[in-house]
Nanobody, 123 residues
Framework: VQLVESGGGIVQPGGSLRLSCVAS????????MTWVRQAPGKGPEWVSA????????SYSDSVKGRFTISRDNARNTLSLHLDNLKFEDTALYYC?????????????????WGPGTQVTVSS
């Protein structure tokens, strides 16, 4: 199993980014996929998840209305569009696979994580 994120960067408050995660080594379309983030000095935070068929997204209250999750099962790709970014969105963003059924789960319930991509919101 391999998950590789990309798309992070430095952006001003109010700006946008699009993160991507390319998956390999497993049947991507069979799993709920999740974005988790970790800010410096803090524990991992569940951000958003999407069900295997891509028609049911879920968001944490802190990003709802600003972030949009999507997936392309034909290309084994998970995406997260980040809009109206805030200073508190600064973190390392991870793509993770949920190895059981369901949609929302604690970050540590995910069995595979990518190495992460850094998002920094700075003026």
């Amino acid at each position: 199993v391999q998950l590789v994120e990309s798309g992070g960067g430095i952006v001003q408050p109010g700006g946008s980014l699009r993160l991507s995660c390319v998956a390999s080594g497993f049947t991507f379309s069979a799993y709920t996929m999740t974005w988790v983030r970790q800010a410096p000095g803090k524990g991992p935070e569940w951000v958003s998840a999407i069900n295997p068929t891509g028609d049911v997204p879920s968001y944490s209250d802190s990003v709802k209305g600003r972030f949009t999750i999507s997936r392309d099962n034909a290309r084994n790709t998970l995406s997260l569009h980040l809009d109206n970014l805030k200073f508190e969105d600064t973190a390392l963003y991870y793509c993770a696979r949920l190895g059981r059924g369901g949609l929302r789960a604690h970050p540590y319930e995910h069995d595979y994580w990518g190495p992460g991509t850094q998002v920094t919101v700075s003026s």
